[in-house]
Nanobody
Framework: QVQLVQSGGGLVQAGDSLRLSCAAS????????MGWFRRAPGKERELVAG????????YYASSVQGRFTISRDNAKNTVYLQMNSLKPEDTAVYYC?????WGQGTQVTVSS
């Protein structure tokens, strides 16, 4: 069974950058796509970015296009979310997802 362990996040100011990491257990990481979701207070969970098994293809929500970058290192069983030019509206709990498994979530708070 896959386990996903997240790291990163925290409190930053608008315009700052953060990188989230999500490490997967097991030997099959390269066989499944990965995604990052977020849930802001009072809002439904939304898909922020997704990446294919090989990392060749990525999807971004329009709200983060051009500011966030998803990547993966299959040798390290890790997917990343680089978040630049952060805005207060990016404040949310961020979750990685893959192989029907969720990470534990990590809080990102952006102050204005």
């Amino acid at each position: 069974q896959v386990q996903l362990v997240q790291s990163g996040g925290g409190l930053v100011q608008a315009g700052d950058s953060l990188r989230l990491s999500c490490a997967a257990s097991g030997r099959t990481f390269s066989s499944y796509a990965m995604g990052w979701f977020r849930r802001a207070p009072g809002k439904e969970r939304e898909l922020v970015a997704g990446i294919s098994r090989s990392g060749d293809n990525a999807y971004y929500a329009s709200s983060v296009q051009g500011r966030f970058t998803i990547s993966r290192d299959n040798a390290k069983n890790t997917v990343y979310l680089q978040m630049n030019s952060l805005k207060p509206e990016d404040t949310a709990v961020y979750y990685c997802y893959g192989r029907h498994t969720w990470g534990q979530g990590t809080q990102v708070t952006v102050s204005s």
